[in-house]
């Protein structure tokens, strides 16, 4: 079955170091999302795509976090320099269409020390 | 105030119960997600609705659009269905069409 991939499952760094996230949507999605989960909450969107486009990352801190998707499949999100309120699992998802039923991948936990 | 409620927060459940978590909206949408969250993290999709009812396994979701009302109900519950339960709405305006999530029910079920 096919399913969206991510990497690290886990990551821990210290405060203004750079952490960066990957994520592989399920081939022919063409909406990519990036979502950060603060626990007890609920995810909220960071940014985004269709195909290689940036759409919505209204939400996106951009004074230290980035994402691309250059050629429109994976996509990168990064974080320079982390914080400690940057604590929080980041997870991607992907739909066939923007209006589509959503699949998730596991998620990557950041702790920032 | 909140996009999306949910209710109740935590429940706690004997194993065979019958479960309604319940889901409430204040924006038109033009589609309502159940989705299931597991400890490790990762998200389920259950179901994606934008009317009536619908039903997998031991599964039911409902949707009434004139209340802005949603049910997740679980039958014969197991405690394999402990999990956390998010509601989320996508929005009928909006260029991003974006979801709006709830902030979960937690659902412990006991042997």
């Known amino acids: 079955e096919a399913e969206v991939a991510q990497s690290p499952r886990y990551k821990i760094t210290e405060k203004s170091q750079a952490v960066a996230f990957w994520c592989d949507p399920i081939?022919?999605?063409?909406?990519l999302y990036w979502y950060r989960q603060i626990l007890g909450q609920g995810p909220e969107l960071l940014v985004q795509?269709?195909?290689?486009?940036?759409?919505?990352d209204s939400q996106l801190p951009k004074d230290r976090f980035s994402a691309e998707r250059l050629k429109g499949v994976d996509s990168t999100l990064k974080i320079q320099p982390a914080e400690l309120g940057d604590s929080a699992m980041y997870l991607c998802?992907?739909?066939?269409?923007?209006?589509?039923?959503?699949?998730f991948g596991e998620g990557s936990r950041l702790t920032v020390l | 105030k909140n996009e999306v409620e949910q209710s109740p927060q935590n429940l706690t459940a004997q194993e065979g119960e019958f479960i309604t978590i319940n889901c409430s909206y204040s924006?038109?949408?033009?589609?309502l997600h159940w989705l299931q969250q597991h400890p490790g993290g990762g998200i389920v999709s259950l179901f994606m609705l934008s009317s009536g009812k619908k039903k997998h396994g031991r599964l039911i979701a409902t949707i009434n659009i004139q209340e802005k009302h949603s049910s997740l109900h679980i039958t014969a519950s197991h405690p394999r269905d402990s999990a956390v339960y998010i509601c989320a709405v996508r929005k009928a305006s909006g260029s991003a069409r974006q979801l709006t999530f709830g902030s979960g029910t937690q659902l412990t079920v006991l042997p």
């Open positions: 998802a992907s739909s066939a269409w923007s209006g589509g039923e959503l699949f």
């Open positions: 081939s022919g999605h063409a909406t």
């Open positions: 924006v038109g949408i033009s589609a």
């Open positions: 795509f269709q195909d290689e486009s940036v759409v919505d």
